[in-house]
């Protein structure tokens, strides 16, 4: 048995950090003597010790972990891995734009000596939107879950008989965002009007073109809306985007292509 000062230095981790541990229940000790109060561990449970160590560097939460070290599915094991393992890529590509983003900055901003430049680098125009026929999924979602709802309509377009078009989007009908949790309509576009959940009328909207991943996409609304009024229009609906090139069809997110509606009209 291995008192809780020993436990600590041969797992390296501070004593604080164990006691924390025992009281929620992730790691209890294997005696504690009812005199004293002092913690006694088994050697074995260094290995357990290691594990959640390891799953913390993987970027799992102490509630997490203190379900995954009693799985024995190994499937479901399994799969909680590897999709921690895509939340991990996806954070280091994100990360790796944002370098790559405020390295660009920095050259924009020493070449003109206007920090925001950045964001005048948009052309806003009035321009009819496409009629699209759509499959559509509406719901209060976080943008985390996109993916979860295109993959329902992708799943349905096979069942249901119908023809993706390739052209994709999503819009909004919050009027305050929220990234967690907004009313928010995802859809894909379809060749068969009839058996489209909606069909989307060509509307007169501002319009721009957004270049890059979506983390900026801020800077192309905010583009619009200076633009909507400074030229005297008005919002006549629920902005939306169409992807046009994304990570399906492009290896690299400075090369992914948004368009930004928002319908409006002439006050």
């Known amino acids: 048995m291995l008192q809780i000062g020993e436990f600590s230095k041969i797992c390296q981790v501070s004593v604080k950090t164990l006691h924390h541990y025992d009281k929620i229940g992730l790691l209890v000790p294997a005696r504690v003597d009812r005199f004293t109060g002092y913690r006694y561990y088994k050697t074995e449970q260094i290995d357990t010790m290691n594990y959640i160590q390891r799953l913390k560097r993987y970027g799992f939460s102490l509630e997490e ?64 939107s496409p009629a699209m026929n759509i499959l559509a999924k509406r719901a209060m979602m976080g943008v985390d879950e996109f993916g979860k709802y295109y993959g329902m309509l992708f799943e349905r377009a096979p069942k249901e008989h119908v023809t993706p078009t390739g052209l994709n989007g999503a819009r909004y009908y919050d009027e305050e965002f929220s990234q967690e949790s907004s009313d928010i309509e995802v859809f894909i576009g379809i060749q068969e009007k009839d058996k489209a959940d909606a069909v989307l009328e060509p509307m007169e909207c501002a319009m721009t073109v957004h270049r890059g991943g979506y983390s900026t996409l801020s800077e192309a609304y905010g583009a619009i809306v200076a633009w909507i009024i400074e030229n005297g229009y008005e919002y006549a609906g629920a902005p939306f985007d169409l992807y046009i090139k994304t990570q399906f069809n492009t290896a690299s997110p400075e090369d992914w292509e948004t368009e930004v509606y928002f319908p409006v009209r002439k006050k």
């Not at 203190?66 to 954070?91: G, M």
């Not at 734009?97 to 050259?107: F, G, R, V, Y």
């Open 65 to 128: 972990i203190q379900h995954l070290i009693t799985l024995s599915d190994k499937k479901e094991l399994s799969d909680k891995l590897r999709r921690q393992k895509e939340k991990l890529v996806r954070e280091q590509q994100e990360m790796a734009m944002i370098l790559n983003e405020l390295q660009t900055h920095i050259a924009i901003f020493e070449r003109t000596g206007d920090i925001m430049t950045y964001q005048k680098g948009y052309t806003v125009e009035i321009r009819k």
